[in-house]
């Protein structure tokens, strides 16, 4: 379809625009990050709304895989492309996130039985993993989708995960929030578990070696290493008279 001046863009260009310079990024910095071919010259042309083609303007709109890869890259979240009117391009976006969760899920869980004392709260698991992932709040959120659920939507909003950070919630997370961190973030579910029990439980898991017996202690890290030893041969003595 043509006309003679440019339209104004669709809701969901607007949206990609906002993301996509809240990142601070150029077109063609993004358009280079999608797994897609895309120009730095088409992303421009979709969030215009229009391609010029002198006198007249053509107008321009992203079909649905297209917007789903723009979407993920500049970290807009599947709920936000339904508000926007495109169901189509919410529906794959939600099985790219599904996908990336999945093959995070692989590459972050152990092989074997994790053995691991975590003494961090998960407040810090996570500002600190972020921070080393180099995502913002919003991005994560976007990624945050549990893959063992049947929403699109995200586990988390900013408000909560701004919350969580800053230690304000005295709430603990749902199963469905650890899964749905373990997808943004990459990390093993039992480790985001831990730190969860570690701050809104006080209770530290300290697990056997082997990864086949774990106890729950209180106030671990303010024991001393004799007692911590104690507690750790008690428990070996405990799985001993089990196998």
Not at 17 to 22: C, G, H, M, V
Not at 80 to 98: M, P, S, Y
Not at 126 to 142: H, I, K, M
């Amino acid at each position: 379809m043509t006309a003679t001046e440019p339209p104004p863009p669709p809701p969901e260009a607007v949206l990609v625009r906002r993301a996509r310079e809240a990142r601070g990024i150029s077109p063609e910095v993004a358009a280079a990050r999608t797994p897609i071919r895309l120009g730095g010259n088409r992303w421009r042309q979709i969030e215009n709304g229009y391609e010029r083609l002198t006198p007249a303007v053509k107008l321009v709109k992203a079909n649905p895989k297209t917007l789903a890869h723009m979407a993920t890259v500049v970290g807009l979240d599947p709920t936000q492309l339904i508000e926007a009117g495109r169901e189509d391009a919410a529906a794959i976006q939600h099985e790219i996130l599904r996908t990336s969760s999945r093959e995070a899920k692989a590459g972050g869980e152990p092989s074997a039985a994790p053995h691991e004392t975590i003494t961090i709260t998960l407040s810090e698991m996570v500002r600190t993993r972020r921070d080393a992932l180099g995502l913002t709040v919003e991005e994560v959120v976007a990624r945050a989708i549990d893959p063992d659920g049947d929403t699109v939507a995200s586990a988390w909003t900013v408000e909560s995960l701004n919350a969580l950070e800053a230690d304000s919630d005295p709430r603990p997370p749902k199963v469905s929030e650890l899964r749905g961190l373990r997808s943004a973030l990459a990390l093993p579910l039992w480790k985001l578990q831990d730190a969860t029990s570690f701050q809104f439980y006080n209770q530290t898991v300290v697990w056997h070696s082997s990864g086949d017996a774990r106890m729950y202690v209180a106030d671990w890290p303010a024991l001393t290493p004799e007692r911590q030893e104690e507690l750790r041969n008690a428990l070996d003595a405990w799985l001993a008279e089990r196998q």
